[in-house]
């Protein structure tokens, strides 16, 4: 069964971190780039960051760099989003999902339900 778990959302000040957790199964971790998308209320989701399979290589929405890092560990099926310096735009639903590595949401196949990151002013 497919499956990709996120866990580590909530309510944070801003200014705050936040480490965001997401848990697959090993079939769809397997040899799968992983990705960070989030929605805002009212917007469309948006890529956040994104690493490959041996996470040689990782790749961010511009305006994020510097305060997020994403990272995986296969051992443990487990990929990361650290968020740091957090602002109250980043408030949004953060999903991780699986598939080939890329900024566009149409090229991962597998999707998580989402955890809620909330940032007070």
């Known amino acids: 069964q497919v499956q990709l778990v996120e866990s580590g959302g909530g309510l944070v000040q801003a200014g705050g971190s936040l480490r965001l957790s997401c848990v697959a199964s090993?079939?769809?971790?397997?040899?799968?780039?992983m990705g960070w998308f989030r929605q805002a209320p009212g917007k469309e989701r948006e890529f956040v960051a994104g690493?490959?399979?041996?996470?040689?290589?990782?790749s961010y929405e511009e305006s994020l760099k510097g305060r997020f890092t994403i990272s995986r560990d296969n051992a443990k099926n487990t990929v990361y989003l650290q968020m740091n310096s957090l602002k109250p735009e980043d408030t949004a639903v953060y999903y991780c999902?699986?598939?080939?590595?890329?900024?566009?949401?149409?090229?991962?196949?597998?999707w998580g339900q989402g955890t809620q990151v909330t940032v007070s002013a």
């Open positions: 090993s079939r769809t971790f397997s040899g799968s780039a």
């Open positions: 999902a699986a598939g080939a590595m890329s900024s566009e949401s149409r090229f991962y196949t597998f």
């Open positions: 690493i490959s399979w041996s996470s040689s290589r990782t």
